[in-house]
Each structure stands twice: as C-alpha cells, then as structure tokens.
C-alpha cells in the first residue's frame, strides 16, 4: 500500500480548510500542518480536522517552523494572493512540492519570479502547480477536449461570464478585500479568473485583448465591480469575458465554446449543452434560419457526453465544491509519484493570470494589449485605474 503524501496547509481560512476537509477525503493525502500568522485560526482548524476522526495537525505561524517540526512533503499555499511568492519560495527552498490556490500571484513580476523558481524546482524532481479545478470537471474537461481535437469544427467564438453578487459586508470583512496589493483586483481576479482560465484552457493562446471596468455598486474597495473584454486568441477564435459582482441574487457562471461543427455551454460547472455534427452531410443541409433548434439532427447530446450520474453535484460527486479540489490533487500526487508535469503548470497559470493582468491595464490605458508584452513585463508599472476615465488617471 502506498504511504499518503504529507501535506501542509499554509492558510486557515475558508480556502485553506478547505483544502485541509478536501485532503482528509483524499486516499493518497494526510494533513500534517496548519500554519497561520493569527495562531488562533490554525488552532481552530486543526480543531475541525481532529474532529474528523484522523490525527490532529500541528499548528505554526510560519512555513519555516512547520516545516523544521514535522515531515512534510507537499505545501498548499492558501494565504491571501499577493503572499505567495515568499511562501513558495521558502517551501521550494526546502524541497517540498507546491500547491498555489488561485491566482498565482497578485503582480506579473511577482508570478514570473514563481515561474522561475518552480522552473528551478523542477530539475530538482519537484512539482509545482497551481489550482485551477475546473480543468477536472467533467463538463470543462470535455468542452476543451472537443475544441483541442476538432470536434467543434474551427472554434470562432468563446463567452466566459461570471454575474455573481457580493455585498458590501464581503468586502468589509477584510482589510485585504478589494485592494490591489493583496486582492490582486476585484471581479475578474477573484471570482472570474477560474472560467476566463477555461476559455483560455480551450481556445488555447490569448493574443490581445481589450477591456473596460467600472465600480458601480460598492464602497470603500479599490478593485472593479464589473468588467467586460474581448479577447483575441492566435488560431483567430474571438472570446468574450463578463465579470460582476453586482448581480443580485448571484446567477450563474457560464463557459461557452462556439464552433462550425458544434457549440457547448457549461452553467456552474455542468454541462448545460453540447451538440456536434454527426458528419459533413448534415451540415451542408442544415438550415439557413436564425433559430439552431431548426438545424436537423442538432439534438442536446450533453447526456451521452457526461452522464447525469457523473455530472458534478451528482450521486457519484454530490458535494461539487470539494470535487473539483480533489480531482485536482489527485493528478498532483499521480505527477509527484510518477516524476511527470502536473495537469496544471505554473506556465499555464501564467498565461491565465497575464490575461487578467492585460485586462486590468488595457482598461487603464483605454487601449488594446497584446497579451505576450504582459507577460514580458511592458506593462509592469501600470498602475490600475477603474472606471470610465480611468486612461485619464493612469500613471505608468
């Protein structure tokens, strides 16, 4: 029988217990470490873990004291965004493998110098990833399957939407909330970045992309409330990106593939449709008029695709929130064990968090960014402005 992979969760906050609740479910996991800088969260969290039946994890308030204290082999980073750079950093040093929690860092330099390290790390034998877990959901995974291997035709089009609500109180709730330094942004970076890193996941390199933000609905933050941008993707496909948390009661968050052989839509991680042409014939005969239902044969196929038993929140999955987490540590251990890439790299976050970046400074700007000069450092010293006027107030 195979030894469970030690873990250390640095963060007891919501995420962080969570990665800790989702790691005691895990065959292949055992939490070994609670660290926070306040010792009564890491207290009561390892309170909740000893509570479900399994030994009780120590607690520190450092990285550094966890790990000369106890063996650990894996260090999940769940502290507020803009910490993580120092946090890798120091369990890389020491030789443990490292999981970041979205998003891999607040500022490009900071996440470039992430990407260098895990880089570094890697000739060494260790894995770095960065938690993306909608990649594991049924549903995404099969969209991007279809549009990597040509189901969908040339894919023209892609919509990654979030219209979620948070109320003021959200944002009061922490001094970090809603401010560039540790938040990292507002709407896109915190509650849309995991469905505009589904677009980019399938429509593949983001080339250049155009934006505007707005705080329309609430006070004392520093971050948008709302964004909306176009992207443009090199195999020429063109993406949408709607991001708010001014939507009362909080809709759904949706990822839709468009393509000359088939379209998807996923809403809250489930497939809501999926169609594909059985062959060329039944396209040259398809219908000419505006209503897709009328199309021949362009019947939902999303059943067959991913069964209702398999969709996320379903009898085989039926708490989903904690799913997506554990699908993701799954191919992480199966990476450490087998000296291969993880699913998700921390290039691949890169790219994800430089469209979100690009966003940001294209809104400032009040002018298109190519995504690859985001991600080379051009804009690094932008510093983000939100709302209509915002080129007006920008300083570089």
Not at 124 to 144: C, E, K, M
Not at 151 to 159: A, D, Q, R
Not at 347 to 369: I, M, Q
């Amino acid at each position: 029988m195979t030894t469970p992979l030690k873990l250390a969760v640095v963060g007891a906050g919501v995420i962080g217990r969570h990665h800790a609740k989702v790691a005691v479910h895990h065959p292949d996991l055992q939490v070994v470490a609670l660290v926070d800088a306040v010792p009564a969260a890491a207290t009561s969290a390892a309170d909740e873990i000893e509570a479900m039946g399994v030994p009780r994890p120590i607690t520190t308030e450092t990285i550094e004291e966890a790990i000369a204290q106890t063996d650990i082999d894996v260090v999940a980073i769940c502290s507020p965004s803009g910490m993580h750079v120092q946090l890798a950093e120091a369990a890389l040093a020491a030789g443990k493998h490292v999981v970041i929690e979205k998003p891999l860092d607040t500022t490009m330099p900071r996440a470039r110098q992430i990407a260098a390290l895990a880089a570094s790390a890697r000739s060494r034998g260790l894995v770095t990833s960065v938690i993306s877990q909608h990649r594991f959901d049924p549903a995404s995974a099969a969209v991007a399957a279809a549009a990597h291997d040509g189901g969908f035709g040339t894919v023209t089009s892609g919509l990654a939407s979030v219209a979620w609500y948070r109320s003021q109180g959200y944002y009061d709730s922490g001094d970090w909330r809603g401010t560039w330094a540790l938040d990292g942004g507002g709407a896109v970076m915190n509650q849309g970045v995991h469905t505009v890193d589904l677009l980019v996941w399938a429509l593949g390199r983001p080339v250049e992309i155009s934006a505007q933000t707005g705080l329309l609905a609430h006070d004392r933050i520093e971050v948008e409330d709302t964004a909306v941008a176009t992207v443009r993707f090199a195999g020429g496909a063109l993406g949408v990106i709607h991001c708010t948390t001014a939507a009362y009661p909080g809709l759904s968050a949706r990822y839709a593939v468009y393509g000359t052989h088939g379209s998807a839509i996923v809403d809250d991680d489930r497939l809501a449709y999926f169609h594909i042409a059985p062959d060329s014939a039944t396209l040259e005969s398809a219908s000419t008029t505006s209503n897709a239902s009328a199309v021949e044969g362009a019947v939902d196929q999303k059943d067959q695709v991913v069964p209702p038993e398999h969709v996320v929140g379903g009898p085989a999955e039926p708490d989903h929130f904690a799913a997506g987490h554990g699908r993701q540590y799954t191919d992480i251990v199966a990476a450490i064990r087998e000296g291969r890439d993880p699913g998700v790299t921390v290039d691949a976050a890169l790219v994800s968090l430089a469209t979100v970046r690009g966003l940001y400074v294209s809104a400032t700007l009040g002018k298109p960014v190519r995504i690859d000069d985001v991600i080379e450092g051009a804009y690094d010293d932008v510093v983000p402005v939100v709302g209509a006027h915002a080129a007006e107030g920008a300083t570089r």
